[in-house]
Every structure is written in C-alpha cells, then in structure tokens.
C-alpha cells in the first residue's frame, strides 16, 4: 500500500483540524459521566413523585450493571449517528472538493488512501471509547461501589469494533455516492437493517449486532458463550467494504 504512513499522518492531522477528536472526546466523556448518575437518581425521582388516582410507579433501586448497560445501549444508538456523521463526508467530499484527484496523483494507491482514513477513524474511536469508559468506569464505582471490570473492558472492545464496522459501512457509501448526505442516510439505514435483523431468533449470533449483546452478557455474567460467529463476520463485512470502496474509487471518474 504505497504512500499509507504518509496519508495516515495526514488524516490524523485532519482530525484535529476538523476537531473530530475534541468533539468525539466529548461526547463520549459526557455519556460516560452523566448516564451513571442518571441510572443512580433516577428510580429515586421517579419514587419521590406523589401516585394519582391511586396509582404509583415503584422503580427497584439501581445497581451498578443497570449503569454499564445504559452507557453501552446510548452509545450503541447515540454512538453510531454520531460516527456516521463525522464520517459521511470523509470521501464524498474530496471526491466532489476535487483534493481526491490531487492526492491519487501522487505516488499513492487508492487501497492506502481508504485505508488511512479508517486507521486514523478508528483511533479516533478508541480514543474517545477510552475517555467514555473510564469516566463511566470510575463513575460507576464512586455511586455504586462495585462494577464489573473485566467484563466491561471486553464489552467496551466489543463496542469499538461494532463502530469500527458502522465507520466501514459510511466510508464505502462515502466512496459510492457525491453527496455526503446520501451517503450518511445510506449507510444509517444499512446499519439499522442489519441492527433489526440481530433481533430475530439466532441470527444476532452472525451479525454485527451481536457483539453488543455479547458485550452485555460478559457484564452481566449470564452467559459466558463467545459469539465467534458474530466477530468473524464483523471482520469479514469490514474488509468487505474497504475492498468495495476501493473498487468505487477505481471505477469513478475523479
């Protein structure tokens, strides 16, 4: 791949230029902190309020697996627009801007020049992950007690790889269409379809999807099988995308 470490340090550049990383960084930090505190006070506020017409809503007091589950679940949906709206423009817009052009004019193969920006992308990720797991992480245990560890480095592993597949998805939708808006919607939609489809009876078990309920049950400690199958097929339709990618670049006039 000529020219990859090249691009990579371009693309990395980009990212703060653009403030992908500050706003990333941010949000997740926000999840990460107040989602905690949510699930803590929130059955307290709910039990607080006066019942009506005889009629009152008791809420069990949370425990520290309900505040992990719903850092995982907000950023499983909240997470995944996010990325796909940092993402949409990553190639429509060079390709329409013109800056494609110049830069696979260079020495420079258009495998590298995918392949940086899903490399510098999914630092990205894991850097803003990072921020958002150990502020829940240490949330958690402040208001809670207790949580558990190992089992939420794994789930947040796990996360960074369904985004890593969402990034993936928006990047060959990206190369596809001249519009980023187009791509962006495209590749939502794809991704919720492939989200509704874990929902039917063993088929989250081979489906991106499925790494996060594996993630949830490696919290919670209720199954401990691995969903080999799921992050096989993660990893396939993630080079699936970056070789269809490549192929719309190859195939587009620039």
Do not use: H
């Not at 369904?162 to 808006?181: G, P, R």
């Not at 990893?235 to 670049?249: E, K, P, R």
């Amino acid at each position: 791949m000529r020219g990859f470490w090249v691009l990579l340090r371009k693309e990395i550049r980009e990212q703060f230029r653009t403030n992908k990383i500050i706003i990333l960084a941010v949000v997740f930090l926000f999840f990460g902190l107040s989602l905690p505190v949510l699930t803590k006070y929130l059955p307290d506020i709910i039990n607080s309020v006066p019942s009506t017409g005889g009629f009152a809503i008791e809420m069990p007091p949370a425990v520290s697996i309900d505040a992990i589950l719903s850092y995982a679940s907000n950023i499983a949906q909240l997470g995944v627009l996010i990325v796909v709206l940092l993402a949409m423009g990553s190639i429509a817009k060079e390709t329409e801007g013109g800056t494609a052009a110049l830069l696979l004019s260079k020495p420079v193969s258009r495998l590298s020049f995918i392949t940086a920006k899903l490399t510098a992308e999914s630092l990205n990720l894991l850097l803003g992950m990072l921020f958002g797991g150990v502020a829940c992480w240490g949330c958690t245990l402040v208001l809670f007690g207790d949580v558990a560890t190992l089992g939420f480095v794994y789930q947040m592993l796990l996360m960074v790889l369904f985004l890593i597949f969402c990034l993936a998805v928006t990047l060959f939708f990206s190369s596809l269409m001249k519009n980023q808006i187009a791509a962006g919607g495209l590749a939502i939609t794809t991704i919720l379809a492939t989200s509704l489809l874990a929902v039917l009876p063993n088929a989250g078990r081979f489906l991106p999807g499925g790494l996060i309920s594996w993630g949830n049950q490696l919290v919670t400690g209720q199954s401990m099988a691995v969903e080999w199958g799921a992050l096989a097929i993660t990893l396939t339709l993630i080079a699936l995308c970056v070789y269809g990618a490549w192929l719309n670049l190859r195939r587009k006039e620039l």
